[in-house]
């Protein structure tokens, strides 16, 4: 709730099992009961089975998908709800084939590749990659990747992105929101 007040257009629930962020389904109504009606609630899978997200998209609850693996881009068009789609960065030319199947159909997240890794990691990467990326592409570009109150605003300078990703820059702990560390970083991108 922090997160909309201080000015969150939308808010992340994990469904990847395998991140100390993860939720339960059981947990959604929970979580997003008192958000106000303008802030979408956006669900994140990594290579989910076809009726884990049905499960989760049950609870009517779900405006979003945000597709964090290898998805396919028919995979994610499949469930007649707008998405998402991650790209991890490692250089330029991988970005642009991984962007590629998914031009100009859905936002894209621009996060840090780390070997092994699907996201969370707190590492920045590259933000001159993502500047000519979202100059030369033809979906609305998230930026993610270590994102914090010490540099979002040159982050949004550099990148000059459709929106940003936060996660592991505004928490204490995994899966922990640190109020100072939202409220700071609001400040730090809203002047």
Partial sequence: ??????????VGLI?????????SPDKIEEIVADLPAFVTVVGLFVDPPVDKVEYVLES??????????????KFCQSFALPFIK????????????????FNGACS???????????GGTGQTFDWSVARV??????????????????????????????????????????GIKDPDKLIRL???VNG
């Fill in 133 to 174: 990326l979202v100059e030369s592409s033809h979906n609305p570009i998230i930026l993610a990747g270590g994102i914090d109150a010490e540099n979002a605003a040159a982050a949004i300078a550099a990148v000059q992105p459709f929106g940003i990703d936060l996660c592991s820059g505004v928490e204490s702990a995994p």
């Fill in 1 to 10: 709730m922090l997160a909309a007040n201080c000015g969150a257009d939308a």
């Fill in 186 to 188: 609001f400040k730090a």
């Fill in 15 to 23: 469904f990847h099992p395998e991140s100390p962020r993860a939720v």
């Fill in 108 to 118: 894209i997240i621009l996060d840090t590749y780390v070997s092994g890794v699907m």
């Fill in 86 to 101: 991650t790209v991890r960065v490692k250089n330029l030319a991988e970005a642009r084939r991984d962007l590629e199947p």
């Fill in 60 to 73: 009517g609850l779900i405006q979003c998908l945000q597709f964090h693996g290898n998805e396919s881009l």
